[in-house]
T-cell receptor
Framework: GAVVSQHPSWVICKSGTSVKIECRSLDFQATTMFWYRQFPKQSLMLMATSNEGSKATYEQGVEKDKFLINHASLTLSTLTVTSAHPEDSSFYIC????????????FGPGTRLTVL | GQNIDQPTEMTATEGAIVQINCTYQTSGFNGLFWYQQHAGEAPTFLSYNVLDGLEEKGRFSSFLSRSKGYSYLLLKELQMKDSASYLCAVLDSNYQLIWGAGTKLIIKP
């Protein structure tokens, strides 16, 4: 069964609004969570690495003030897309690294964001 | 429930051929992805199959049988740089990705 969940699965919002996406590890504590963005039939683009209790590390070209990441607990990380625009429409995928097995990374089912 | 199965680890020799299998049971099917992931890096897209059959792309080929809930990734002329994890993922009826746990491929000289 799934070990990483995301909520919501789908979201449609108006341009200028903010959207929060949750990523939860269900069966383990995740010291590190990753946020990706995926365009159709393309590789996952890493946006940021989130460590519990500290600030996220953003990849070059990703606006940290636009994509707010909070990793408040060992089982929850949130990505907030602020002032969303149509170009932010995409498939956002999170993953969580099992702290007990550093090389095991579990991926979430993704959240499809459509900005009108 | 939804489930994707793939071997945890495989070992192959440089220059050889290896086939990584993936079986799935999902609520609907809107395509199957294969990704390659090197340690510490983001997954790289390899293939997307939505129709039955074999799709070849250079040294990598991917096969799909929807009736059997089965896919495989075939890697030819293995190179040391092919050592990585290979992830199988299915897009279900709600367009949610169901991920396999990944197959760690070890290439030996």
């Amino acid at each position: 069964g799934a070990v990483v969940s995301q909520h919501p699965s789908w979201v449609i919002c108006k341009s200028g609004t903010s959207v929060k996406i949750e990523c939860r590890s269900l069966d383990f504590q995740a010291t590190t969570m990753f946020w990706y963005r995926q365009f159709p039939k393309q590789s996952l683009m890493l946006m940021a690495t989130s460590n519990e209790g500290s600030k996220a590390t953003y990849e070059q070209g990703v606006e940290k003030d636009k994509f707010l990441i909070n990793h408040a607990s060992l089982t929850l990380s949130t990505l907030t897309v602020t002032s969303a625009h149509p170009e932010d429409s995409s498939f956002y995928i999170c993953s969580a690294r099992d702290g007990g097995e550093a090389d095991t990374q579990y991926f979430g089912p993704g959240t499809r964001l459509t900005v009108l | 429930g939804q489930n994707i199965d793939q071997p945890t680890e495989m070992t192959a020799t440089e220059g050889a051929i290896v086939q990584i299998n993936c079986t799935y049971q999902t609520s609907g099917f809107n395509g199957l992805f294969w990704y390659q992931q090197h340690a510490g890096e983001a997954p790289t897209f390899l293939s997307y199959n939505v129709l039955d059959g074999l799709e070849e792309k250079g040294r990598f080929s991917s096969f799909l049988s929807r009736s059997k809930g089965y896919s495989y990734l075939l890697l030819k002329e293995l190179q040391m740089k092919d050592s990585a994890s290979y992830l199988c993922a299915v897009l279900d009826s709600n367009y949610q990705l169901i991920w396999g746990a990944g197959t760690k491929l070890i290439i030996k000289p």
